[in-house]
C-alpha cells in the first residue's frame, strides 16, 4: 500500500520553495538584480555569482524541490512514458541546430513559418513541426499565430557559437552514438575496443571516434567550442582546477597538458600562475586551431603539439603531466597505455595529475 507521507512531501517540498525563494528574490531586490525571465532580453544566466554560497544554496535547493514536486506530481508510470518520449528534445534541438534556425529569426523582431522554410531550406510543414516541439523546451515562442521570435534560450544559439557547438556536437555526434550504444553492448559483448561502440554502429565507421572526428577539420572544430563551452558551464568551471590544486608550489615547471584541446585550461592556469609554461597536446586537427584561441600575453608561454597520446611521450623533461577529461573516454585497457606511453618520459619527481569526473 502506498504510504501516505507523500502528502506531508508535497506540503515540505512547497514550503521548502517558497522560503528559499523568497531568500534569492530578497536577494535580487537588494542588489537591483534583474528579475529572472524566458523573455529574449532577459538574464542568460542566472545573476548571482557561483561564489555567493549562500544564495547558490537556496537556488540549489528549489531546483532539487521543485523538480521532486514536478516529479510527483507526474507519477511514476508517467515519468517513465516522458522519459521514454524525451529523444523527441534532442530531435528538434538537432533540427533546430542543422538547418540553422536561430539564425533565420530576427533578434527583437520575428519570422513567419514560411519566411523560416524559405531561408534554411526545409519544407514549411516540418519547419512549423520541429520548430513547434522545440518551443515546449522554451526554444523560440510563437509570438502570434504563424510567427516565430526568440526567447532568452534559443538566443543563445545566436549569441553564443560555443555553446551553438556543444548542441551540434550533442544533437550530431553524441545522440546518434547513444543511439546505438545498447546495440553495440550486444554486438561486441564486454568489448574494451574504441571502434566497437556506439559511435561506430551509428556512423558506420570502423575508427574510434577521436580519429573519425579528427578527419574534419569542421567537426573537430565543434568538438573543441563544445568542450570550451562545457567548461564554461556551471560546476564544470576551470576555476575549480585552478583553485583546487598547489599550481604555485610547482615553481618553474613545465606542464603538459595530454588532450588538451584548444588550450583553454593552460589559459586559465597561465593567468594566475606567471612561472608555468605549458604544451599542449592533441591530435593534429585539434592542434591546429589552438594557437588562434590563446590571448596575445600568453602566447610565449602556451605552445602546441601533435601528439597522439598512444604513443610515446616526446617531452622528456617536464614537470607535469596533466589530464583532464581523458581518462572518461577510453576503457581500462587503453587508460593503460596511454599512461605507459608516459613512462619513457618521466623525470624523477615528475608528476601525473588528473583531473576527470567519476559518476559516484
Ligand atoms: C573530452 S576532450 C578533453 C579536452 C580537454 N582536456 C578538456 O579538459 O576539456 C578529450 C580530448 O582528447 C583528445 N584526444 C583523443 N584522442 C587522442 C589521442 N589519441 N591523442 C591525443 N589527444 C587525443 C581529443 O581531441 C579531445 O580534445
Redesign the pocket.
Known sequence: MASPSTTTRLTELTTIIATETKKVEDYFAQHNLPNLSFAADGPADFPVPGSNGEIQASRRTVINATQELHDLMVGPRETVRWLAWSYNDNLSLQAVYQFNIAKAVPIGGEASYTEISKAVGVDEINVRRLVRHAMTNRIFRESRDGYVAHTAVSRILVDDPRMSDWVGLCSSDFFPSAAHTVSAMIKFPMSQEPSQTGFNLGFNVEVPM?VEI?KDPARAKR??GG?TSL?GGEGYEVEYLVDGYPWAELGEATVV?V???HGF?CVALGRKFPSLRFVV???PT?VADGPSEIPPELSNRIEFQA????TEQPIKDADVYFF???FH?WSDKYSVKILQSLIPALKPGARIVINDNVLP
Open positions: 577521436f579528427g568538438f573543441g568542450m567548461t597538458d588532450g588538451g584541446s585550461v597536446q592533441d591530435l585539434t601528439h597522439d597520446f598512444f583532464r577529461w581523458i573516454n
